[in-house]
């Protein structure tokens, strides 16, 4: 069974950065792809980088050159380095995991097995 954490949302002026954190607990091979997704009241939940355990990462195009997601397997933790944030990034992000052996990580929600409780990130 994988439980996953998030941790590091908060409020942040246009343009400035955020780190969010992941902390992931049971089998490795349960969560081979790890995926971060937001969803701002009345949208619709959208992914916005995902990393496979080979280290191949897929990021929105909204968010391209300015996230990055990353991996530290020792501590089981996944990052998401949000730089130059806009009040459109505003949203509860949450973090997803889902055993998936294809080297590209799946893009709906639905897909993944695992998911965090979501932390609020606030740009204004």
């Known amino acids: 069974h994988v439980q996953l954490v998030e941790s590091g949302g908060g409020s942040v002026q246009p343009g400035g950065s955020l780190r969010l954190s992941c902390s992931a607990s049971?089998?490795?091979?349960?969560?081979?792809?790890m995926g971060w997704f937001r969803q701002a009241p009345g949208k619709e939940r959208e992914r916005v980088a995902a990393?496979?355990?080979?280290?191949?990462?897929v990021y929105a195009d909204s968010v391209k050159g300015r996230f990055t997601i990353s991996q530290d397997n020792a501590k089981n933790t996944v990052y998401l380095q949000m730089n130059s944030l806009k009040p459109e990034d505003t949203a509860t992000y949450y973090c997803?995991?889902?055993?998936?052996?294809?080297?590209?990580?799946?893009?709906?929600?639905?897909?993944?097995?695992?998911w965090g409780q979501g932390t609020q990130v606030t740009v204004s």
């Open positions: 997803a995991a889902v055993p998936w052996y294809n080297s590209v990580c799946p893009k709906i929600d639905g897909d993944y097995n695992y």
């Open positions: 049971g089998a490795a091979g349960s969560r081979n792809c």
């Open positions: 990393i496979h355990a080979s280290g191949r990462a």
